[in-house]
């Protein structure tokens, strides 16, 4: 009988292996590809993961949580750019990744069910190099994995009518070592930082206890705030090794205008928080509205 269970599908194949045939030789070639199924295994094994089978060039496994899985992907990534041994013609051999989370049926060591070919199709949109992922992956990340993450298109899936938004995983940031333990240790400042948001009577803390809140009109957001250009959920701001992270979900876009008077504009990516300032939702922010969102930055 088959178990019904929520799990992380991962699919990671090698890009253009087709090539490496054609330019190195099948018997080179071939050593390539299983250095790279090798690695994939490896992280995926270290990192809580089950390997359910390898095809030609390209690995399936599962995780018990979306963070185990862009752990595994994101170590895969890294240790297949970095490998002395998988360069053809001074080029590296690049790897694609896609990871979705969601509900299969888990019979004969083997997993089945519409996510596990939303995650397949994940992989098709990834380019070399690229980690490609879905809104219900994000949804259930760590805050670090998260901030990590930014939304880069919206699709119809083939074989599917709905749109999926998809989302590319920074893997290559300049602190992703604190994201993926075990690869480095994860150094935190000891100071403690926190962002105060005031919007109207609602005030709201942003910090280690409260790592994260949505803002929008409807009212089961944390920030709830009513406008025809607002998206019922905006954005949202998470705290990331004690920086704060503003990230766009909606049609219209945020806009950011520090003390200083300098104005940054993001719509569907993210933006660092700084010092202090106001935000508005689908519009530039004016100081008194009712729809301005002010925020400022304490550290102690």
Known sequence: MGKDIELAILFADVV???RLYDVMGDLRARDMVSICIDVMRSATEGRQGTVIKTMGDEVMATFPNADAALNAAAQMQQQISNHAGLKVDGQPVAIRIGCHYGPVMLENRD???????????????????????TAATVDKLSPDWRAACRQI????????????????????TEDITSMVPGIASDSRAARTTRLRLKCEDQELLVDERHSSV????????????????ISRLHARIEISRNKFVLTDQST?????????GEESFVRRDSLQIKGE???????????????????????S
Do not use: C
């Open 16 to 18: 253009g292996s087709t």
């Open 111 to 133: 997993v089945f069910g519409a996510a596990v070919h939303t995650a397949n199709r994940m992989t098709s949109q990834a380019k070399a190099g690229q980690i490609i992922t």
């Open 153 to 172: 298109d919206v699709a119809t899936l083939k074989g599917q009518g709905n749109e999926v938004v998809l989302y590319e995983v920074l893997w290559q």
């Open 214 to 229: 949505t803002i929008g009109r409807a009212e089961d957001n944390d920030v709830v705030v009513k406008g025809n250009l």
């Open 252 to 260: 219209n876009g945020t806009f950011v205008q520090a003390s200083d």
């Open 277 to 299: 300032g106001m935000i508005g939702l689908g519009r530039l922010p004016e100081r008194g509205s009712p729809q301005t969102i002010r925020f400022e930055l304490e550290e």
